[in-house]
């Protein structure tokens, strides 16, 4: 079956949080330590989307993939967290664990990159973290370049060294 890209709706955002869940423990369950991957649980996480999309609809975009009517992948953009008004940052592209290597991804980022064109941006950029080659490898083959910048970021214990990623959209 074919997956369809929609855009989120407030319906969707308990699943859109139990699958980021199951997306962090498989993506860097390889190199994160399994206790800071147990938290938050599949509801938490759920409500964290609920509250953020609370705050950020407005200047937000959040698209889903949706194979079957179930929600398999999301991604989430916004105004880039540096200030630049020429650039959009892709905050989130997250799918289900078996749902790699199907073309899902490549159709949110490419989705993702038509958006900010319609919004104006010149320039995406994203945050990946370091050790998670697949998507770094990923974002490099979409045209994707590594900025040089680095920031760390929890991920609940795990303090966690992220690599800054730009291109033109």
């Known amino acids: 079956m074919t997956v369809t890209l929609r855009p989120a709706t407030e319906a969707d955002l308990m699943a859109v949080g139990a699958l980021h869940q199951r997306s962090r423990v498989a993506a860097y369950g390889s190199f994160l330590p399994l206790e800071a991957l147990a938290e938050p649980t599949p509801e938490a996480m759920g409500r964290y989307w609920v509250e953020?999309?609370?705050w950020e609809r407005d200047d937000h975009r959040m698209?889903?993939?949706d194979r079957d009517g179930r929600v398999v992948g999301f991604?989430?953009?916004g105004p880039d967290d540096a200030g630049d008004p020429a650039t959009g940052l892709l905050?989130?592209?997250h799918l289900e664990p078996g749902e790699r290597g199907r073309g899902t991804g490549r159709a949110l980022m490419i989705d993702s990159l038509a958006a900010?064109?319609?919004r104006g941006w010149a320039h995406a950029a994203l945050w990946?973290?370091?050790d998670n080659a697949?998507?770094?490898h990923f974002y490099e083959r979409g045209g994707w370049s590594a900025t040089g910048e680095q920031r760390d970021e929890h991920i609940s214990t795990a303090l966690v060294p992220q690599l800054?990623?730009?291109r033109e959209v």
């Open 75 to 77: 991604s989430y953009l």
């Open 134 to 136: 697949p998507a770094r």
């Open 116 to 118: 900010m064109r319609s």
């Open 164 to 166: 800054r990623y730009a």
């Open 128 to 130: 990946v973290l370091r």
């Open 91 to 93: 905050n989130a592209i």
């Open 52 to 54: 953020r999309w609370a």
């Open 63 to 65: 698209t889903v993939a």
